[in-house]
């Protein structure tokens, strides 16, 4: 008998029970349905957690232009922008004690060997080198921006758009870049006015922020960056302030500086978790290509450039990349201090709580922490979820389990009914492997039966449990080819027993069994 | 040479502590195209020697050789073969598979048989051999819905389907009337004279062995008489015991 042959008398002989069969391979079907809607929901926990993890930004590199975290009150400080004062022309504001420093102009005793003598005189720098518009400027919108006192104030100019170039393209594992101007700014439409956020910024930026979708039109375009339009994406809160909730500002026009900017959008957060408020910079806020704004204020430079990490594994790498790149391009001699800082969620975190001239103490001594922090981070996270994935999928082994000797209680029971029937096959001329095979076929077709409705039913619930989870509960198809071959292997581990009982009777005893 | 050759076959069945010598020292040929009938009554032994015959069990001692072959040696999976191609069975309470059509049933040697026939080709060996006792209109029925003279010929046509020299008959009339019983002896008679096979024939009443041409008595064990039946009857007719049988 061949065993496809088997086959067809086991499903004859499964048919003839009818209701017992379906039974039989309900447990199996359970089984199978429990052990894939576990596997996927444990996966869907792991997805969903890597998506908040890079949702909550930990593949978020932070370049601010300037290292005006060096401050000179601090012991082994330094002055922050030591390049720009070379070439910047001093910037005083009457009245304040603060001081550019211009390290070419400074007295020899105030001209330090090394940047970590402890002797050396504290200065602060507080402007923006380019931030005296009455000088250089002579935009109209300028002026009225001066007026602004917090505009670009202690802003160290160090970063340009050729630097954010260099990122995006010399830096393997860089997924976006988009370099930032940020000022504050009063934004008009007819009466009413709002004073907010002016970000500029580039068409990656909402990419990069992944809690943001847009609630009306889109972002603002590669072609409208480099044409330096004036065009504006609201923040929902200042949608709100200057047109009113629920309106559709898309095509209106705004004033920005006594400047006209056509709206193309109005971004809102895709979580209610982070929904807008008011000052919240995200949402109260609006976006400008950093083009327009660089023209329109004369700017050449950057206050920051946002980079992500393909990865949050890559996160740690690609940021000291960046900071070798940025410090070969600005010309920083080995004993020189970066004039940028470069941040991760990492090393914000590393600082939390502590005083943060320790936090950067320890930040800086030990080159690997944050690198520690950060892998430990995702390995821990991983591992936990993989050991969520293996508890649930074990429980609903057991489960399988339990399906499996069903299935072998119902194979034994079978063999001893049909005690008479195999005596018959025998004397009719059935080989014991024959007998062997065509019990092991029924085993395997009914655990095979339920493994097949069972990843439908795995199908099902995991389609539930991404309805209301929201989970991304996939059942991949490896898992489903891995189904179908454990059913078929617990068919034939709790087949064979009763299959090979069947096989070892005597024909005679069968015969006459009672 | 005889187509079945016994000698001194002997076994014994140990049931608790008592050991019970069914067989002690049985020697028989059988030549082909023979009807023989093996009268005895209960535990005579000769249940034990048909299911010797049939290579269904094993003897303890003394030497079976089935068509020139040595049978008592064979492996379990040659038994097997020996019993699909050169034995076929009826037994007594006829054996059919539950729930399933006389069809089905009388294609199952096919399935075991070492020349693997087409599904298409056993169906129609099948219904072939219904035909040949009269079934053919009877294929789709399941055994419940046959009369117990129906199923036996239903079990003949199996007995047949992989085309045996040996019948072996087990009270083939025991569960059924005179009138059926008649009938399938009949049908075995003409197995004997159409297609010269050999028919063995085990019952305990007297009557049904004079349908054989050579009647073997059995008595504890051993074989008492074995003499050729010249007084055999025709068709139809049946000794007044055994029609109140």
Known sequence: MSIAESFVVALKALKKNGLRSCLTLLGITIGVG??????????????????????AGMNIITITAGNYQMKGEEQGGGVADHQAAYRRPRFREPGRDVVAFDRAAAPARLRPARYDDADRPAFRLIAHPEDDPMEKHNHPTARERLGDSAAGLGAAATLTLDDARAIRKAIAGVQYVASGVHESARV???????????????????????????????????????????????????????????????????????????????????????????????????????????????LTKLNTITVT????????????????????????????????????????ALGKGINPQIARAIAGN????????????????????RTMTALLASVAAVSLLVGGIGV???????????????????????RPRDVMLQFLAEAVTLSLAGGVIGIFVGLAASGGVRQLLRWSAVISPAAIAAAIVVAAGVGIFFGLYPARQAARLAPIDALRFE | MAL???????????????????????????HAGEFVSIVGPSGSGKSTFMHMLGC?????????????????????????????????????????????????????????SPDKLPAAARRAKAMAALKAVGLENRAHHHPNQLSGGQQQRVAIA?????????????????????????????????????????????????????????????????????VANTSRRPGGELAPSARIA
């Open chain 2, 56 to 112: 269904l069990d094993r003897p303890d001692a003394g030497s079976y050789l089935l068509d020139g072959r040595d049978v008592s040696t064979l492996s379990r999976d040659e038994l097997a073969r020996v019993r699909n191609t050169m034995i076929g069975f009826v037994f007594q309470s006829f054996n059919l598979l539950p729930r399933t059509s006389a069809l089905e049933n009388v294609e199952l040697p096919t399935l075991y």
């Open chain 2, 4 to 30: 079945i050759s016994i000698q001194n076959l002997r076994k014994t069945y140990t049931i608790g502590e008592v050991a019970v010598q069914a067989l002690r020292g049985v020697s028989l040929d059988i």
């Open chain 1, 366 to 385: 030990v080159p690997g922490l944050e690198q520690v922090t950060l892998e430990q981070l995702s390995t821990t996270l991983e591992k936990s979820s």
């Open chain 1, 34 to 55: 429990a052990v894939l809607t576990m596997i996927a929901v444990g996966n869907g926990a792991r997805a969903s957690i890597e998506d908040q993890v890079t949702a």
């Open chain 1, 408 to 430: 072998m209680n119902i194979m034994l029971l079978s063999v001893t009914e049909r005690t008479r029937e195999i005596g018959l096959r025998m004397a009719l001329g059935a």
């Open chain 2, 158 to 226: 199996r007995a047949l389907m992989t085309q045996p020299p040996i019948l072996l008959a087990d009270e083939p009339t025991g569960n059924l009337d005179t009138r059926t019983s008649i009938e399938v002896l009949e049908i075995f008679q003409q197995l004997r004279e159409e297609r010269g096979i050999t028919v063995i024939l085990i019952t305990h009443e007297r009557d049904i062995a004079e349908f054989g041409s050579r009647i073997v008595n059995f008595l504890d064990g051993v074989i008492v008489s074995d």
């Open chain 1, 309 to 348: 990490s393909t990865s949050v594994a890559t996160t740690t790498r690609v940021s000291r990349d960046v900071t070798k790149l940025l410090r070969a391009r600005h010309g920083i001699g080995e004993e020189a201090p970066d004039d940028f800082v470069v941040r991760t969620q990492a090393s914000t």
């Open chain 1, 188 to 298: 008009t439409r007819g009466d009413r006015r709002w004073f907010t956020r002016l970000h500029g910024t580039e068409p990656d930026m909402p990419r990069i922020r992944r809690s943001w979708s847009l609630a009306h039109g889109r972002f603002f375009s590669d072609a409208e960056l480099n044409g330096s339009r004036q065009v504006i994406v609201l923040g929902s809160i200042v949608a709100e302030r200057l047109f009113g909730a629920a309106v559709d500002p898309v095509g209106d026009e705004v004033r920005l500086w006594n400047q006209p900017f056509t709206i193309v959008g109005v971004i809102a957060s895709n979580s209610w978790a982070t929904a807008g408020v008011v000052g919240d910079d995200q949402f109260d806020a609006i976006y400008v290509p950093v083009t327009t704004v660089q023209t329109l204020l004369n």
